[in-house]
Each structure stands twice: as C-alpha cells, then as structure tokens.
T-cell receptor
Framework: SQQGEEDPQALSIQEGENATMNCSYK?????LQWYRQNSGRGLVHLIL?????REKHSGRLRVTLDTSKKSSSLLITASRAADTASYFC????????????FGTGTRLTIIP | EPEVTQTPSHQVTQMGQEVILRCVPI?????FYWYRQILGQKVEFLVS????????KSEIFDDQFSVERPDGSNFTLKIRSTKLEDSAMYFC????????????FGSGTRLTVV
C-alpha cells in the first residue's frame, strides 16, 4: 500500500452516530494531520498529532496515533449533516520542509 | 481568521498555452507550497518554497513548471506549455515556522486544459 491509505474509502452513517476513519502509512513521520474537503473545495485543516503523542481531541474530533503500527484513526462523534465531506490524512516526514503526503481519503456521508 | 487566497478560482486554457496561478499566503508565514489534485485522485505535492527559493520539488514539477514570489506577498505557479494532463485542482498552502500547526490551504484553482 502507499503512504497514507485511508479506510474505508466510503462511509455512510445516520446523523448522530459516530464516524471512524483509519489511516495507515509506511515511513517514519514527524506528525500526522487530518484534513476535510467539501466537494470541489479546498482543504481544511482539522487536527495535527505529533509522533510523540498518542491521542488528541478537538471538539467532536478525536485522533489517535499508533506509531508502532503506523496507523491513525479519526473519530467524529455525534455526526451532523454538515460533516459530509471527504477526509484525508497527511503525513509530514522527520526531515526537510514538512511536505505532506496525502492519503486516498474517506468519503463520509451523513444521512439526516 | 487569516486565509490563503487563490485566483482565479477556475481557469480554462488551450493546450500549449502558458498559465499563471496566483496565491496570496498568510502574511507572517514562511513556508509556501503548491499541491495539485487530479479529479478523483490524491492530493500530490508539487513544490515547497522557503527563503525565496525552492527547497524541494516532486517529479511532477518538471521544467514546464516554475514558482515565484515576486513582491513579498504573492506566490505564483507558472505552467509554460500546458498539457491535457495538467488539468487538475491546484492548491497553494502556507505555514509558519512552528511545526505544531498544520498548513493553511487556499480554496484552489481549477485548471482545465482543452
């Protein structure tokens, strides 16, 4: 698999339920970031977790990072229709200018 | 909240023509980037720019591409002779020197080469 692979590729849940998306990567990282993209629009930074952190919260978002498994998860609690979007993980390496390597994305649909 | 501004939002150009995509990064940011996303595909890194020079570029960023920061506020991506496969969404991004924070991306320019 390539650096930054999300699963599932698509997820549909009822409004109010929790949504969990996973990301796997291959190389060592400085940090891992999650972004949201509404259809045809720009990327919105959601949350950054550093390689020495295991869990981070921001509002309804919870991100975990397991560097031993090279994986991360994004949990959105109490989902809303406005959460419908594509979600991407992106990794920044330990060196260089922190160019991001993006995953393939999870398309999340919240059903009202 | 500070924003990265990109213009135009959509550009259609003939194959072989030159295009310039423009970006105004956040004023106190030091690192600037261009990424692109072909429809339905991953977001791909093109180039990073720091201290008025390219710091890293991908294989995609060949001799047809160039970047400039002509006046201390604008950051441009030029494609000299566009090809059909250059059709994509192009995103500009910037970040400050603190690695604890993510990037701020612009809303993108959709380039269509016909």
């Amino acid at each position: 698999s390539q650096q930054g692979e999300e699963d599932p590729q698509a997820l549909s849940i009822q409004e109010g339920e929790n949504a969990t998306m996973n990301c796997s990567y291959k190389t060592s990282i400085n940090n891992l970031q999650w972004y949201r993209q509404n259809s045809g629009r720009g990327l919105v930074h959601l949350i950054l977790i550093r390689s020495n952190e295991r869990e981070k919260h921001s509002g309804r978002l919870r991100v975990t990072l397991d560097t031993s498994k090279k994986s991360s998860s994004l949990l959105i609690t109490a989902s809303r229709a406005a959460d419908t979007a594509s979600y991407f993980c992106a990794t920044a390496p330990n060196f260089g200018n922190e160019k991001l390597t993006f995953g393939t994305g999870t398309r999340l649909t919240i059903i009202p | 909240e500070p924003e990265v501004t990109q213009t135009p939002s959509h550009q259609v150009t003939q194959m072989g023509q030159e295009v310039i995509l423009r970006c105004v990064p956040i004023s106190n940011h030091l690192y600037f980037y261009w990424y692109r996303q072909i429809l339905g595909q991953k977001v791909e890194f093109l180039v990073s720019f720091y201290n008025n020079e390219i710091s890293e570029k991908s294989e995609i960023f060949d001799d047809q591409f160039s970047v400039e920061r002509p006046d201390g506020s604008n950051f441009t991506l030029k494609i000299r002779s566009t090809k059909l496969e250059d059709s994509a969404m192009y995103f500009c991004a910037s970040r400050d020197s603190r690695s604890s924070y993510g990037y701020t991306f612009g809303s993108g320019t959709r380039l269509t080469v016909v």
